[in-house]
Protein backbone atom coordinates (compact mmCIF):
# COMPACT_ATOMS: atom_id res chain seq x y z
CA UNK A 1 0.00 0.00 0.00
CA UNK A 2 2.72 2.23 -0.12
CA UNK A 3 3.60 3.03 -4.49
CA UNK A 4 5.26 5.70 -4.95
CA UNK A 5 4.23 8.75 -6.50
CA UNK A 6 5.03 9.65 -10.11
CA UNK A 7 7.12 12.41 -10.48
CA UNK A 8 5.82 14.43 -13.54
CA UNK A 9 3.24 17.08 -13.37
CA UNK A 10 1.62 15.35 -16.80
CA UNK A 11 0.81 11.75 -16.29
CA UNK A 12 1.51 9.31 -19.70
CA UNK A 13 -1.50 8.36 -21.27
CA UNK A 14 -1.20 4.60 -19.72
CA UNK A 15 -0.57 6.12 -16.48
CA UNK A 16 -3.34 7.82 -16.66
CA UNK A 17 -5.66 5.23 -17.90
CA UNK A 18 -4.95 3.48 -14.67
CA UNK A 19 -5.44 6.42 -12.28
CA UNK A 20 -8.57 6.90 -13.53
CA UNK A 21 -9.57 3.30 -13.61
CA UNK A 22 -8.67 3.56 -9.97
CA UNK A 23 -10.63 7.01 -8.98
CA UNK A 24 -13.84 5.14 -10.92
CA UNK A 25 -13.00 2.32 -8.23
CA UNK A 26 -12.73 4.51 -5.22
CA UNK A 27 -16.13 6.15 -6.53
CA UNK A 28 -18.37 2.78 -6.66
CA UNK A 29 -17.11 2.97 -2.26
CA UNK A 30 -17.80 6.40 -2.06
CA UNK A 31 -21.41 5.98 -3.17
CA UNK A 32 -21.82 3.02 -1.20
CA UNK A 33 -20.52 4.57 2.09
CA UNK A 34 -23.39 7.55 1.15
CA UNK A 35 -26.07 5.21 1.06
CA UNK A 36 -24.69 3.84 4.88
CA UNK A 37 -24.33 7.53 5.86
CA UNK A 38 -27.88 7.92 4.89
CA UNK A 39 -29.22 5.08 6.90
CA UNK A 40 -27.18 5.57 9.62
CA UNK A 41 -28.28 9.76 10.18
CA UNK A 42 -31.47 8.37 10.84
CA UNK A 43 -30.70 7.28 14.30
CA UNK A 44 -27.39 9.43 14.61
CA UNK A 45 -26.05 13.12 13.95
CA UNK A 46 -23.65 13.52 11.08
CA UNK A 47 -20.72 15.23 13.01
CA UNK A 48 -20.57 11.75 15.30
CA UNK A 49 -21.05 9.69 12.32
CA UNK A 50 -17.98 11.39 10.64
CA UNK A 51 -16.08 11.15 13.65
CA UNK A 52 -16.75 6.98 13.77
CA UNK A 53 -16.01 7.53 10.01
CA UNK A 54 -12.71 8.71 10.77
CA UNK A 55 -11.61 7.20 13.89
CA UNK A 56 -12.62 3.33 12.24
CA UNK A 57 -10.71 3.97 9.03
CA UNK A 58 -7.63 5.33 10.56
CA UNK A 59 -7.48 1.68 13.17
CA UNK A 60 -7.77 0.34 9.76
CA UNK A 61 -4.95 1.96 8.12
CA UNK A 62 -2.63 1.41 11.22
CA UNK A 63 -3.41 -2.08 10.67
CA UNK A 64 -3.08 -2.25 6.84
CA UNK A 65 0.26 -0.42 7.32
CA UNK A 66 1.49 -1.80 10.62
CA UNK A 67 2.38 2.02 11.72
CA UNK A 68 5.27 1.51 8.90
CA UNK A 69 6.49 4.51 6.24
CA UNK A 70 3.89 7.23 8.44
CA UNK A 71 7.02 8.83 8.46
CA UNK A 72 6.12 12.56 6.81
CA UNK A 73 9.19 14.13 4.74
CA UNK A 74 10.59 17.37 5.77
CA UNK A 75 8.55 20.53 4.81
CA UNK A 76 4.88 18.15 4.25
CA UNK A 77 3.77 18.29 8.01
CA UNK A 78 1.81 21.60 7.30
CA UNK A 79 -0.38 20.55 4.09
CA UNK A 80 -0.50 16.73 5.79
CA UNK A 81 -2.25 18.23 8.78
CA UNK A 82 -4.22 20.95 6.98
CA UNK A 83 -5.23 18.33 4.22
CA UNK A 84 -6.69 16.42 7.52
CA UNK A 85 -8.32 19.20 8.72
CA UNK A 86 -10.19 20.46 4.94
CA UNK A 87 -11.32 17.26 4.92
CA UNK A 88 -12.59 16.43 7.76
CA UNK A 89 -14.70 19.77 7.57
CA UNK A 90 -15.61 18.40 3.82
CA UNK A 91 -16.79 15.19 4.77
CA UNK A 92 -18.81 16.74 7.79
CA UNK A 93 -20.52 19.17 5.86
CA UNK A 94 -21.06 16.30 3.64
CA UNK A 95 -22.95 14.20 5.56
CA UNK A 96 -25.13 16.78 7.14
CA UNK A 97 -26.42 17.72 3.29
CA UNK A 98 -26.69 13.25 3.33
CA UNK A 99 -29.23 13.68 6.43
CA UNK A 100 -30.74 16.73 4.64
CA UNK A 101 -32.05 15.86 0.85
CA UNK A 102 -30.86 12.26 0.46
CA UNK A 103 -27.67 10.25 -0.69
CA UNK A 104 -28.39 10.86 -4.30
CA UNK A 105 -29.05 14.51 -4.14
CA UNK A 106 -26.40 15.33 -1.65
CA UNK A 107 -24.07 13.54 -3.83
CA UNK A 108 -24.97 15.07 -7.09
CA UNK A 109 -24.15 18.57 -5.49
CA UNK A 110 -21.09 17.92 -4.16
CA UNK A 111 -19.69 16.56 -7.09
CA UNK A 112 -19.58 20.21 -8.59
CA UNK A 113 -16.13 20.14 -6.50
CA UNK A 114 -13.78 19.14 -9.75
CA UNK A 115 -14.83 22.93 -11.05
CA UNK A 116 -13.31 23.71 -7.77
CA UNK A 117 -9.98 21.10 -7.86
CA UNK A 118 -9.45 22.74 -11.48
CA UNK A 119 -9.34 25.97 -10.38
CA UNK A 120 -7.28 25.37 -7.60
CA UNK A 121 -4.50 22.87 -8.87
CA UNK A 122 -4.48 25.84 -12.15
CA UNK A 123 -3.43 28.23 -9.58
CA UNK A 124 -1.52 26.60 -6.53
CA UNK A 125 -0.01 23.53 -8.91
CA UNK A 126 0.30 25.13 -12.13
CA UNK A 127 -1.77 22.17 -13.67
CA UNK A 128 -3.10 23.26 -17.37
CA UNK A 129 -6.79 23.68 -18.37
CA UNK A 130 -7.24 22.27 -21.92
CA UNK A 131 -10.34 23.44 -23.93
CA UNK A 132 -11.74 19.66 -23.89
CA UNK A 133 -11.01 19.83 -19.64
CA UNK A 134 -13.17 22.57 -19.86
CA UNK A 135 -15.89 21.59 -21.58
CA UNK A 136 -15.75 18.92 -19.17
CA UNK A 137 -16.40 21.19 -16.16
CA UNK A 138 -18.92 22.72 -17.72
CA UNK A 139 -21.10 19.84 -18.74
CA UNK A 140 -20.55 18.47 -14.84
CA UNK A 141 -21.88 21.84 -13.49
CA UNK A 142 -24.65 21.40 -16.03
CA UNK A 143 -25.53 17.79 -14.87
CA UNK A 144 -25.99 19.44 -11.47
CA UNK A 145 -27.92 22.72 -12.35
CA UNK A 146 -30.60 20.53 -14.52
CA UNK A 147 -31.01 18.35 -11.14
CA UNK A 148 -31.30 20.96 -8.43
CA UNK A 149 -33.13 22.85 -10.36
CA UNK A 150 -35.08 20.24 -11.95
CA UNK A 151 -39.32 19.74 -11.22
CA UNK A 152 -39.81 18.00 -7.85
CA UNK A 153 -37.20 19.74 -6.10
CA UNK A 154 -38.26 22.40 -3.12
CA UNK A 155 -35.18 23.87 -1.21
CA UNK A 156 -37.35 24.20 1.76
CA UNK A 157 -36.02 24.23 5.56
CA UNK A 158 -34.13 21.02 6.27
CA UNK A 159 -33.49 20.22 2.69
CA UNK A 160 -32.09 23.44 2.01
CA UNK A 161 -29.97 23.31 4.96
CA UNK A 162 -28.58 20.07 3.17
CA UNK A 163 -28.17 21.65 -0.01
CA UNK A 164 -26.08 24.35 1.32
CA UNK A 165 -24.05 22.39 3.06
CA UNK A 166 -23.00 19.69 0.25
CA UNK A 167 -22.12 22.87 -2.01
CA UNK A 168 -19.71 24.58 0.81
CA UNK A 169 -18.67 20.75 0.73
CA UNK A 170 -17.97 20.79 -2.84
CA UNK A 171 -15.95 24.01 -2.23
CA UNK A 172 -13.51 22.37 0.83
CA UNK A 173 -13.15 18.80 -1.57
CA UNK A 174 -11.49 20.71 -4.14
CA UNK A 175 -9.02 22.40 -1.95
CA UNK A 176 -8.91 18.75 -0.63
CA UNK A 177 -8.56 17.07 -3.84
CA UNK A 178 -5.41 19.98 -4.69
CA UNK A 179 -3.54 19.49 -1.55
CA UNK A 180 -4.04 15.58 -2.44
CA UNK A 181 -2.43 16.18 -5.92
CA UNK A 182 0.93 17.71 -4.26
CA UNK A 183 1.38 15.83 -1.91
CA UNK A 184 1.49 12.50 -3.82
CA UNK A 185 4.11 14.31 -5.87
CA UNK A 186 6.26 12.88 -2.50
CA UNK A 187 4.14 11.12 -0.72
CA UNK A 188 2.11 7.75 -0.74
CA UNK A 189 -1.24 6.67 -0.29
CA UNK A 190 -0.77 5.16 2.67
CA UNK A 191 0.66 8.40 4.79
CA UNK A 192 -1.99 10.82 3.20
CA UNK A 193 -4.79 8.40 4.05
CA UNK A 194 -3.55 7.85 7.42
CA UNK A 195 -2.66 10.98 8.44
CA UNK A 196 -5.98 12.42 7.08
CA UNK A 197 -7.99 10.23 9.41
CA UNK A 198 -5.89 10.77 12.28
CA UNK A 199 -6.35 14.41 11.80
CA UNK A 200 -9.64 14.10 11.05
CA UNK A 201 -10.85 11.80 14.04
CA UNK A 202 -8.99 14.47 16.44
CA UNK A 203 -10.59 17.76 14.73
CA UNK A 204 -14.24 16.18 15.14
CA UNK A 205 -13.62 14.77 18.45
CA UNK A 206 -15.87 17.04 20.24
CA UNK A 207 -19.25 15.99 18.14
CA UNK A 208 -19.28 13.38 20.77
CA UNK A 209 -19.55 15.97 23.85
CA UNK A 210 -23.62 15.75 23.60
CA UNK A 211 -23.64 12.28 24.03
CA UNK A 212 -24.64 9.14 21.81
CA UNK A 213 -27.88 8.08 20.86
CA UNK A 214 -28.99 4.62 22.06
CA UNK A 215 -27.17 1.91 19.91
CA UNK A 216 -28.85 -0.91 18.08
CA UNK A 217 -27.52 -3.18 15.67
CA UNK A 218 -28.86 -1.29 12.30
CA UNK A 219 -27.18 1.57 13.03
CA UNK A 220 -23.48 -0.67 13.44
CA UNK A 221 -24.25 -2.29 10.87
CA UNK A 222 -24.52 1.34 8.99
CA UNK A 223 -21.42 2.89 10.53
CA UNK A 224 -19.35 -0.34 9.79
CA UNK A 225 -20.49 -0.22 6.78
CA UNK A 226 -19.28 3.42 6.43
CA UNK A 227 -15.79 2.89 7.71
CA UNK A 228 -14.69 -0.48 5.23
CA UNK A 229 -16.38 1.56 2.03
CA UNK A 230 -14.96 5.03 3.04
CA UNK A 231 -11.41 3.74 3.64
CA UNK A 232 -11.20 1.84 0.36
CA UNK A 233 -12.10 4.41 -1.18
CA UNK A 234 -10.02 6.97 0.04
CA UNK A 235 -7.32 5.23 -0.55
CA UNK A 236 -7.77 4.71 -3.94
CA UNK A 237 -8.74 7.75 -4.34
CA UNK A 238 -5.35 8.98 -3.31
CA UNK A 239 -3.56 6.88 -4.70
CA UNK A 240 -5.55 7.14 -8.29
CA UNK A 241 -4.68 10.96 -7.99
CA UNK A 242 -0.75 10.19 -7.96
CA UNK A 243 -1.20 9.37 -11.70
CA UNK A 244 -4.12 11.92 -13.00
CA UNK A 245 -4.57 15.55 -12.83
CA UNK A 246 -6.81 17.20 -10.11
CA UNK A 247 -9.55 17.65 -12.83
CA UNK A 248 -9.42 14.92 -14.60
CA UNK A 249 -9.23 12.37 -11.33
CA UNK A 250 -11.80 14.52 -9.63
CA UNK A 251 -14.16 14.13 -12.17
CA UNK A 252 -13.78 10.38 -12.74
CA UNK A 253 -14.70 10.41 -8.93
CA UNK A 254 -17.92 12.43 -9.84
CA UNK A 255 -19.08 8.85 -11.09
CA UNK A 256 -20.30 8.07 -7.30
CA UNK A 257 -23.38 9.44 -8.11
CA UNK A 258 -25.06 6.57 -9.67
CA UNK A 259 -24.40 4.84 -7.06
CA UNK A 260 -25.60 6.87 -4.62
CA UNK A 261 -28.64 7.46 -6.73
CA UNK A 262 -29.42 3.85 -7.08
CA UNK A 263 -28.19 2.49 -3.28
CA UNK A 264 -30.11 5.47 -2.00
CA UNK A 265 -33.58 4.59 -4.22
CA UNK A 266 -33.13 0.99 -2.99
CA UNK A 267 -32.71 0.97 0.56
CA UNK A 268 -33.20 4.82 1.54
CA UNK A 269 -36.36 5.24 -0.40
CA UNK A 270 -35.32 8.51 -2.33
CA UNK A 271 -37.03 8.56 -5.28
CA UNK A 272 -35.10 9.24 -8.57
CA UNK A 273 -36.40 12.03 -11.17
CA UNK A 274 -36.34 12.01 -14.69
CA UNK A 275 -34.06 15.52 -13.81
CA UNK A 276 -31.65 13.13 -11.88
CA UNK A 277 -30.94 10.96 -14.52
CA UNK A 278 -30.61 13.73 -17.04
CA UNK A 279 -27.81 15.12 -14.99
CA UNK A 280 -26.13 11.76 -14.25
CA UNK A 281 -26.10 11.34 -18.16
CA UNK A 282 -24.40 14.61 -18.25
CA UNK A 283 -21.82 14.20 -15.29
CA UNK A 284 -20.97 10.76 -16.69
CA UNK A 285 -20.76 12.55 -20.67
CA UNK A 286 -18.21 14.71 -18.51
CA UNK A 287 -16.30 11.91 -16.96
CA UNK A 288 -16.04 10.29 -20.75
CA UNK A 289 -14.66 13.67 -22.11
CA UNK A 290 -12.12 14.48 -19.00
CA UNK A 291 -10.41 10.90 -19.70
CA UNK A 292 -10.03 11.37 -23.39
CA UNK A 293 -8.08 14.79 -22.20
CA UNK A 294 -4.17 15.04 -22.31
Not at 17 to 35: D, E, K, Q, W
Not at 83 to 100: P, S
Request: positive net charge; proline residues 4%.
Amino acid sequence: MNAAAPSSARPARPLLAAGIRTVLLSSLCFGSMAVCVGLAAREMGAAQIAFFRFLGSFAVMLAATRGRGLRVKPGNLGPVVMRGLIGAAAITLYFVGIGGVGPGLATLIQNTYPVFASIFAAIFLGERLTGRLGAALALNLTGVAVIVLGPGVQLESRVALGAISAAASAVLAGTAVTAVRHLRRSESASLITTWFMGVAAVATLPALLPGLPPITPTLVAALLGVVLTSIAGQWLLHHGLGFTTAAQGSLAAASNVLVATILGALFTGEAVTGAMLAGGALMFSAIVLASRAR
